[in-house]
């Protein structure tokens, strides 16, 4: 028996491949980790092919070794791929944000959409990836001709952690003209409590990985809407509202957006932009989101986990 620890290099996998290989490595590993193993496949096989890129999957797989109880034992394990994607916005290059492979169109629309590039769907002539010789990790998106990017943020990166760096105020975020969201939604303390777990639930990657985050829109009965994975939360988000500009559902005005770790600052000025009325997490806000929360009239929640909650802002959308 090895009593080292082995590092080797992840490969990408598509669907079948890793659904093969976890078979056999099940089998090999079924008579110690049973119950890990029948958790994990159980969550995979609810991945859907359509929910990973077609040419860049969302799971690496990469032997490992555990050490438990005083024994090693080998096995295969999976990994959240990060990979860089470049947006251009007519021809220029515009950011770089690290994140999961999978919807990126969506990632990209999101993202010009709360960074405040474009206000609507018909400011977006097209969107497409450009396939590059190893990796298409790029998209490419052409806007109207009047719309200017000379007063835009450009060549900057978003990493999978932390968001837009210089993104951090208030002014700048009133500057934009981004509308107070709608004051008439109201949703179910009841309601409210149903949602980390249906978000845990629809976390199919995440369930094999145990490294990604989520955001997921559910309407006022609290029936789950569109949910998106990422490595990065405000990535997760992005591709959210990149999907209800893609669908033509914005704004967002009868909807609660709950994600997955702590409300940052950059959660809730995305959410704001695509006029999100009420936002939960399931950890702590940032001293700035509840600020930013508090002057645009947004409801947030954290910590909301089983049967309690705490609201930072705008208590009145929540029932009694």
């Given at each position: 028996?090895?009593?080292?620890?082995?590092?080797?290099?992840?490969?990408?996998?598509?669907?079948?491949?890793?659904?093969?290989?976890?078979?056999?490595?099940?089998?090999?590993?079924?008579?110690?980790?049973?119950?890990r193993v029948d958790r994990r496949a159980a969550c995979f096989a609810a991945i859907p092919k359509t929910s990973m890129h077609a040419a860049r999957p969302s799971i690496d797989l990469t032997r490992v070794n555990e050490w438990k109880d005083g024994?090693?034992?080998?096995?295969?394990?999976?990994?959240?791929?990060?990979?860089?994607?470049?947006?251009?916005?007519?021809?220029?290059?515009?950011?770089?944000?690290?994140?999961?492979?999978?919807?990126?169109?969506?990632?990209?629309?999101?993202?010009?959409?709360?960074?405040?590039?474009?206000?609507?769907?018909?400011?977006?002539?097209?969107?497409?990836?450009?396939?590059?010789?190893?990796?298409?990790?790029?998209?490419?998106?052409?806007?109207?001709?009047?719309?200017?990017?000379?007063?835009?943020?450009?060549?900057?990166?978003?990493?999978?952690?932390?968001?837009?760096?210089?993104?951090?105020?208030?002014?700048?975020?009133?500057?934009?003209?981004?509308?107070?969201?709608?004051?008439?939604?109201?949703?179910?303390?009841?309601?409210?409590?149903?949602?980390?777990?249906?978000?845990?639930?629809?976390?199919?990657?995440?369930?094999?990985?145990?490294?990604?985050?989520?955001?997921?829109?559910?309407?006022?009965?609290?029936?789950?809407?569109?949910?998106?994975?990422?490595?990065?939360?405000?990535?997760?988000?992005?591709?959210?509202?990149?999907?209800?500009?893609?669908?033509?559902?914005?704004?967002?005005?009868?909807?609660?957006?709950?994600?997955?770790?702590?409300?940052?600052?950059?959660?809730?000025?995305?959410?704001?932009?695509?006029?999100?009325?009420?936002?939960?997490?399931?950890?702590?806000?940032?001293?700035?989101?509840?600020?930013?929360?508090?002057?645009?009239?947004?409801?947030?929640?954290?910590?909301?986990?089983?049967?309690?909650?705490?609201?930072?802002?705008?208590?009145?959308?929540?029932?009694?």
């Amino acid at each position: 028996m090895e009593s080292g620890i082995l590092g080797i290099a992840p490969w990408h996998l598509n669907v079948g491949q890793a659904a093969r290989l976890s078979r056999r490595s099940e089998a090999r590993q079924q008579d110690w980790t049973s119950s890990r193993v029948d958790r994990r496949a159980a969550c995979f096989a609810a991945i859907p092919k359509t929910s990973m890129h077609a040419a860049r999957p969302s799971i690496d797989l990469t032997r490992v070794n555990e050490w438990k109880d005083g024994h090693v034992h080998s096995f295969q394990d999976y990994l959240v791929a990060e990979e860089p994607l470049e947006i251009r916005v007519n021809g220029q290059p515009l950011t770089v944000t690290m994140r999961t492979p999978g919807q990126d169109l969506e990632l990209a629309a999101g993202f010009l959409f709360t960074e405040g590039l474009i206000h609507d769907a018909t400011q977006l002539v097209s969107l497409r990836p450009i396939p590059g010789k190893n990796k298409a990790n790029i998209v490419e998106a052409q806007l109207e001709e009047s719309q200017s990017l000379e007063n835009s943020p450009r060549n900057f990166v978003a990493t999978s952690s932390c968001g837009i760096c210089g993104k951090t105020s208030i002014e700048s975020v009133r500057l934009r003209g981004i509308r107070r969201p709608n004051s008439h939604f109201s949703i179910d303390p009841e309601v409210l409590c149903t949602l980390p777990e249906k978000l845990h639930a629809g976390q199919a990657v995440f369930g094999r990985t145990g490294g990604l985050h989520a955001a997921a829109l559910f309407n006022q009965n609290g029936e789950l809407v569109v949910l998106r994975e990422d490595i990065g939360r405000h990535n997760a988000v992005d591709k959210v509202v990149g999907w209800a500009l893609q669908q033509n559902k914005l704004p967002l005005s009868a909807s609660v957006l709950m994600v997955s770790g702590r409300g940052g600052f950059e959660i809730i000025q995305k959410a704001l932009a695509a006029g999100v009325p009420a936002l939960a997490s399931v950890s702590a806000p940032s001293g700035l989101a509840v600020q930013l929360a508090r002057e645009f009239g947004m409801t947030l929640i954290g910590f909301l986990r089983g049967r309690r909650f705490v609201i930072y802002s705008e208590s009145s959308r929540i029932g009694t």
